[in-house]
């Protein structure tokens, strides 16, 4: 069965930064595109940055580039989010979601992407 369960969410102040965790497990990771995507309130689930499974090769939102960087560790089964000076817009749920069966759409697109973690809370005060 696959699970992801993301962690290192919290509250943070304005330029500051946390490292959020995606662990996975039943069978993918190695394989597959890994990605993170965030949801603030009363708003549609937005992408942030994903990883290929091969060549490590990432894409980034405009609002992250420079600011986050993902990255896995193949021998854990993880997928890493650093976010570095985190603003107040950067509050969130932030989901991890694995793309197990590749259909083409693009890794930009939720619909890529078939298995999701419940989320883990981003809070930056300002």
């Known amino acids: 069965q696959v699970q992801l369960v993301e962690s290192g969410g919290g509250l943070v102040q304005a330029g500051g930064s946390l490292r959020l965790s995606c662990a996975a497990s039943g069978g993918i990771f190695s394989r597959n595109t890994m990605a993170w995507f965030r949801q603030a309130p009363g708003k549609e689930r937005d992408f942030v940055a994903a990883?290929?499974?091969?060549?490590?090769?990432?894409a980034y939102s405009d609002s992250a580039k420079g600011r986050f960087a993902i990255s896995r560790d193949t021998a854990k089964t993880t997928v890493y989010l650093q976010m570095n000076s985190l603003k107040p817009e950067d509050t969130a749920v932030y989901y991890c979601?694995?793309?197990?069966?590749?259909?083409?759409?693009?890794?930009?697109?939720?619909?890529?992407?078939?298995?999701w973690g419940r989320g883990t809370q981003v809070t930056v005060s300002s």
């Open positions: 990883i290929t499974s091969s060549a490590g090769r990432t």
């Open positions: 979601a694995a793309d197990v069966y590749p259909d083409g759409r693009s890794s930009y697109s939720s619909g890529a992407y078939d298995y």
